[in-house]
């Protein structure tokens, strides 16, 4: 079903004609209209109020008075503006002014004009800012006049011809000598004339059709468009700027620009890829496509290449199709080690492990004592059966100990408390190393906040400080950073802050550039990307949003997060964009504590390369985004009844752009080569940086701990022998001596 959007402005005359010129009846121009939403703007009064359309309950009615507002429609449109969420998803919107006297002002016809298009104008808060920013929707706009004096026709005639107006039409009722009324309808042949221009062609409402009907079947579809932005988004030259008529055959881009073959990587440049999208979707449509350069006035219908950018708000939106949805991502081949020698302490808590070696070594000194007092003088070891019994491997005991009550009171119990800690130890242990191990934590932003301990900055804290208070503005290395300006020069000046190596990860990613941008207001080109967009946040930030988001940010801007490549010993500014990304990259495949931040196509086009070229290494992706996604694709505006936004569309929801796409970036990393240049071996190597540590940090400690007991043994042995020794020496010299 197509939907609708219809503007209508009424203007009443009275004229003495040899026909009787009355207010249009608009119960009469509505007869046959269906589901649509009618908005009547008026300053008439008495006899004329068109309140009295209330009483027909077909169609959802809104009446606002201009009796106050005369001469500051300002004020009446600004209470007028709608919330995108609030908006009737109706097929039609008529909106009717009526205004029978004299323009107040020069200026009251671009007033008149705004708020008549006031109608069909939602708002919508954009993600950085409380403010509102207008979502305007221009499918099938027609406005109607009817005024009573030709100066108001004529001041009326440009503000809606600059608002992008398909035309201009006009109503009104006559009465003939016979008392017969009829509704009249009058529309310009040609799109973008003037309605008092000829030739125009006139109708009466209700004979055949009703007024959307008759629209409908009268206005064409526009022939003509002219593209915005071109040099950003299809990658061509920048033409001569030309005014006039003259210049239009020469700003003709379906005439000078041939299609091509997507598939073919020898062609020209990545970009023009969308353009052959337009040139085939325009050649079927029988339509021209111009240079943004060339204006020729009301005519001319735009095509708007619709690209937020990472740092851009919303802005004008019409009938928008959307090819993607853009925010912040990570990419990183970091991963913590899967099983390490925390891995076996974590079965118990710390404290069963205190009174676990507690009890081990008090029951070995209570044994070693109790064999000292039995004067016990075999090879028995008291820590190695104490140890063994905990490990499930039992030890003979002397007969001496064996037989003893105390013996049995003391290990008796030990001995069944070890077999059921060895057997939970052991369920636990292996339940883990059964399950499917997480070798990669570095998942959400989160986990790339370091633990900060020069500058903490908490939730909790920043909830604690007074509302305006400067602790809660930021402490003393955010405040440095706020002091500064966003000129180029400044910034640069803070970067070396953010060069420095650190235990953090480094948050590395792609200088900015004006084909990157095209709509960003940044001018720190040069600049790395998520540097310039972390700025942008700390500089616009709001203490009244989400606290969350906002101490993120301000973590993320810590300067002992690295923004720059450890090999860039030069200014990254000075380097050239291929140096830069060879710089990044270096730095990721080195599968350190670094990640890859860019938006979502630009780290879904580096995710491709770098498995492709790198295909031994694992990259893994964030999995939440920075910043609520917001969408990018083709703004049309001005279309009417034109079938190629809906081409369009169908490109995308078919998946041929989809995979035109995917040919661009294929095509644009198609000569690069990979920075690091070395091949893996399928030969899977054991390093110590991995599991084998641990046993070599086990049978280390038992090597040491047995070492230990050896040292000591042969201490107790020398001391022995260096008893008897002197035990010698003293029976030696008393016999002498006697």
Known sequence: MKYYIFIGVVYSVQMVTSRNLELPNLHDFLVGVHNCDVRIIHNDVGITDPSSIQQYQFLPTTIASLTKYLGRYRVLGRSMQLDIARVKPLICRLSFTIFPERLPSKDSGWDLSELATRFYKAYIPTWKNPTWKKLESTRNLYPFVYCRYKETMESLIEPYFRDRIEFLGRIESTRFESDQTRNILCIPIKPFQLVSSTPIECFIVGMEENLVGL????????????????????????????????????????????????FNPSSSSAQSINLYLLLTIFKKNNATLYNSNYWNGWPEISLTVFNIGNLSPFLLISNMAVTDYTGYYFLTCYSKPAVTFEFYLTPFDATIWYVLLSSFFLL???????????????????????????????????????????FRWVFGPWIIISVFLTNCYNGLMITGLNSPLAGNTIATWKDLVCDYKDFPYTEEQFQNFPKNSTERQSNLHYQDIKDQETSLTNMKRVLPEFSRPSHCFALLSFPIGKQDHPLSVLTNFGLPEFVGFLYEQFESINYDMELTQHVLWLNLFHPKHRHIPKATKEKLWTLSLHDSVTRVEEEIVACGRAVFIASTVQLEEMREYLSLKYYW?????????????????????GEGKSMVPHNYKALIETGI???????????RTHKRKQAIKYESHNVNKITMDGCILTLFILWGSLAVLGSCCWVYECILRAGFVVAQLCEFWRNFINRKNK
């Open 215 to 262: 629209v409908q079947n009268v206005i064409q579809p526009p022939r003509e468009w002219n593209t915005h932005r071109q040099e950003d988004w299809f990658g061509l030259l920048q033409r001569p700027v030309g005014y006039g008529e003259h210049k239009k055959k020469d700003l003709d881009l379906t005439s000078y620009l041939q299609p091509m073959n997507p």
């Open 364 to 406: 070995v000194l209570l044994l070693w004592r109790y064999l000292m007092y039995k004067n016990y003088r075999g090879s028995f070891c008291p820590w190695m059966y104490v140890l063994g019994a905990l490990l499930e491997d039992g030890v003979q005991l002397p007969t001496i100990v064996e037989g003893q009550a105390i």
């Open 617 to 637: 290494i694992k990259f893994y992706k964030s999995k939440d985004i920075l910043i609520s996604p917001f969408p990018v694709g083709v703004m049309f505006k």
């Open 657 to 667: 752009y989809g995979r035109l796409m995917k040919e661009k970036d294929r095509r």
